[in-house]
């Protein structure tokens, strides 16, 4: 990492899960347009993947934001944790079909990959053709919280588990310039409920599979949220956004004070 001496005209980004917190993904989005700097292709796993694509799509940073915190999409997260149970994603399919009607990878405007985690084989699959929707829905399928999705017989659930930074599809396809974007920094609740037990096992996972693609990209932003962010504080979305943009500024700053 930190490899970069100058501020490219093109990049490309690794875009990691982390719910809400991803919303930090938005904010570094906006910053790079504002610097005219072209972004060749994303790659993302869980809300990365759901961000990605939308932006991939030619959604600008404002209207993904716009989407992300009206009342329909926080309408789907709503959860009594104390009843059990498990969210359908019929809903955010439906946000799928209005954003991206043609449902194929190809009629993207920017080159996008996604990662998910096969529950038969136990390992992580990157998707770049096939099922759109599907494919973006099983990478942000939270254990626990969402159903698994199944595309061509398997069943398939949050692309985080295994790869929550999937950077090699991009180094495979010679894109160059990556950023990589961790929204997974941050401090635990101090809470011992459920819903917050269950959360810190899952970031203890994915931090263990992020560290070694984090050192592969070109450039990191990683703001360490001092405060406490959940998974699903869907509603704390535009105090993220602004951490998101005021941390891709102090890269670009820093990248041209060398």
């Known amino acids: 990492m930190n490899k970069l001496n100058k501020l ?17 993904h938005i904010g570094v ?4 347009e504002e610097n005219n700097i072209k972004i060749e292709a994303i790659s993302g796993t869980s809300m990365g993947a759901i961000i990605g694509v939308l932006y991939c799509q030619g959604i600008s940073p404002d209207k993904i934001l716009d989407i992300m915190t009206n009342n329909s999409f926080l309408g789907l997260f709503k959860y009594n944790w104390e009843k059990g149970g498990i969210l359908s994603m019929k809903k955010i399919k439906s946000i799928f ?15 996008f990959f996604c990662c998910a985690t096969n ?9 770049n053709s096939g099922d759109l929707h599907n494919s ?7 254990p626990i919280v969402f159903k698994p999705i199944e595309i061509n017989g398997k069943l398939y659930i949050d692309g985080g588990l295994f790869n929550n930074l999937p950077i090699q599809p991009l180094i495979d396809n010679g894109f160059q310039n990556i950023i990589g974007v961790h929204a997974d920094n941050y401090k635990h609740s101090n809470k011992n409920d459920t819903r917050d037990i269950a959360e810190k096992v899952f970031a203890n996972i994915l931090k263990r599979n992020v560290k070694p693609n984090l050192e592969k990209c070109d450039y990191v932003i990683e703001p360490f949220l001092e405060k406490h962010y959940g998974t699903l504080d869907f509603k704390k979305m535009n105090d993220l956004h602004k ?7 102090e890269l670009i700053e820093q990248i041209q004070s060398n």
């Open 8 to 24: 490219p005209k093109k990049v490309s980004l690794v875009l990691s899960g982390g719910g809400a917190r991803g919303a930090m």
């Open 119 to 127: 529950l038969d084989s136990g390992e992580y699959n990157i998707f």
């Open 243 to 249: 951490i998101g943009y005021k941390a891709a500024n």
């Open 136 to 142: 973006v829905l099983a990478s942000a399928s939270i």
């Open 97 to 111: 079909k209005k954003h991206l009607p043609h449902n194929d990878f190809n009629q993207l405007k920017i080159p």
């Open 29 to 32: 989005l906006k910053v790079l």
